[in-house]
Nanobody
Framework: QVQLVESGGGLVQAGGSLRLSCAAS????????MGWYRQAPGKQRELVALITSGSSPNYADSVKGRFTISRDNAKNTVYLQMNSLKPEDTAVYYC???????????????WGQGTQVTVSS
């Protein structure tokens, strides 16, 4: 099992910044990819950004140029730096990781409990 613990959410004014962190722990051989999804009230969960173990990022069009994803493989931690925040970025942000527990073993998807990000206008 893998546990994902998020931190860094909160309330910020439009144009402001927040940094989310997600640390993975448990029985981990490798994690690839790792990243963030979000879900706003009344909407489906959507991809925000993912990053591979080789640090290759993938962003939703809506956040390109404003958000930056990074990871520390030694700490099994992923970060999301969010700049120029907009009210439409308001959502619960979920950490996501695909992990294997042994070499050549199967991969499993894991989710964090979510952290609220609220951007006021």
């Amino acid at each position: 099992q893998v546990q994902l613990v998020e931190s860094g959410g909160g309330l910020v004014q439009a144009g402001g910044s927040l940094r989310l962190s997600c640390a993975a722990s448990g029985s981990i051989f490798s994690i690839n990819p790792m990243g963030w999804y979000r879900q706003a009230p009344g909407k489906q969960r959507e991809l925000v950004a993912l990053i591979t173990s080789g640090s290759s990022p993938n962003y939703a069009d809506s956040v390109k140029g404003r958000f930056t994803i990074s990871r520390d493989n030694a700490k099994n931690t992923v970060y999301l730096q969010m700049n120029s925040l907009k009210p439409e970025d308001t959502a619960v942000y979920y950490c996501y990781a695909v992990a294997s527990h042994r070499e050549y073993g199967p991969e499993f998807a894991y989710w964090g409990q979510g952290t609220q990000v609220t951007v006021s206008s």
